[in-house]
């Protein structure tokens, strides 16, 4: 008699220990190319298993706070060299359970390993300042203090880059952590937690709840023992937490939507642009919060861009990203393939000019995945729902333009501010451009995606609520400053300063 093979159930990690969630209940993980494979079972938690991972995390604060950062960050380094021994079984774990292909799974895990380098780095810099005092025998200087227990709340789209990019940052500033995974890509933060904890970080410092947003993510932000909350998203949930951390002005950092553009001017290198719009649109499926979802194209080239694009785009080949051959995998899930499906209906009844694709792809080797077949619409105007709305799937908006002062204003015309490119080889625009796109991140002569640790990542408006990952920015957001004067005198000194001709010493 055949016995049926259990799937791998995966608990919570809560004080140095893998517990099961209280509810008794998990949810499936599954393939979005094949959803006949189960990746594993995962811990359907409730506010209770909150409750405890923050009292753990509350408890380690008090002595990991007190751990001298380079000793912390000899843990990170530790992490960075497990990161590298294991990125091509991590790479592979994460295309199983979210779909992009594995020279961009090789990609994220590589990110994740910069930043756990770069952030280990930090343990023996994190600098403050000193200045020198108005007073005589007197020191000034700020230093940076960790905060407490940080909330960490990740999407699905970089599934290992992203949560490293808030946990490596938080603990060697010396806080503790508590991340809830997005539920369709749980695995790759277990990968990442379990490096953790084998490079020798102690109990209660890092810990995983998994479960879903609305019940795991939301007792997250309302805990009051939670200090800091770091979010990736939608901006839907962003504001969702925003209302959350207002009451008690809770430190929150949201990274969030985006509608990115190319612009494609009549000087450009079009071999190039083609290139960066190919790769900018539809690497992984339009996924991402940097993906190019809009093109801008100088009237003077906009006919043969578009034929060019259009020809590379039927070139693609889609499937699952496991195999070597495949240039694009499936969306997410089932929901977000609909909102692709609904958004080329919309462009279609908005006049927008179907070029190709347009369609979910079904049957043989797509039967049983979410598949969308990667898809242009010319002709569209800035003012349409497909050029304005983040649809976060496969589907490129192109549009023509007058001028680099009409791309410029269709760029800035939209609610996100994450990213944006200009391909030219005038110098002189190519700065203008810098200048005047109002989003986080610009390239010139380059996609809209691609991130290096050591920048500071992030977008203006709505993608963003001022903070940045990343970089020092991100050393900035996980502490916090204490302003610190010494007096040696052992004097009074006031009685000595005569204030009339140097500023008041008052206040
Ligand atoms: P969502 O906003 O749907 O989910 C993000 C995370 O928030 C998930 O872990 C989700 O849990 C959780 N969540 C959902 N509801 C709540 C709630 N009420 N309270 C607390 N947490 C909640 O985004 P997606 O995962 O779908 O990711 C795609 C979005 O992320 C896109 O808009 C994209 O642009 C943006 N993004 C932005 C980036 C940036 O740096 N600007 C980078 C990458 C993505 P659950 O798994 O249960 O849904």
Redesign the pocket.
Known sequence: MATAVMPKVFKNFINGEWVEARSGKAFENRNPANTDELIGMFCASTEEDVNNAVEAAKQAYKKWRLVPAPKRAEILFRAAELLVKRKADFARDMTREMGKVLAETRGDVQEAIDMTYYMAGEGRRLFGQTTPSELPNKFAMSVRQPIGVCGL??????PMA?PSWKMMPALICGNTAVI?????TPLSVYHLVQVLAEAGVPPGVANIVS????R???T??KHPDVSVIS????????R??AE?CAPDFRHHSL????KNIILVMDDANLDLAVDGAVWGGFGTAG?????ASRVAVHKNVYKDFLERFVERTKALRVGNGLDSNTDMGPC?NES?LKTVMEHVEIGKNEGAKPLTGGHRLEGGAYAKGWFHAPTIFGDCNPKMRITQE?I?GPVVAVMPMQSLEEGLEIANGVIYG?SASIYTRNVNRAFEAMRDLYTGIVYVNAPTIGAETHLP???TKQ??NGHR?AAIAAIDFFTEWKTVYIDYSDRLQRAQIDTSGFGSISS
């Not at 479960?211 to 609305?214: L, P, T, Y």
């Not at 979010?231 to 962003?238: L, P, Y």
């Open positions: 709340i990740t999407p699905w789209n970089f992203i809830k995974p997005a539920q369709d479960g879903s947003g609305s795991v993510g939301a997250l932000t979010f990736t998203g939608s901006t839907e949930v962003g969702l937490i959350a990274e969030m939507g985006g996924q991402r919060c940097t993906a997410i977000q983040e976060f994450l990542f992030g977008g993608t963003g990952e």
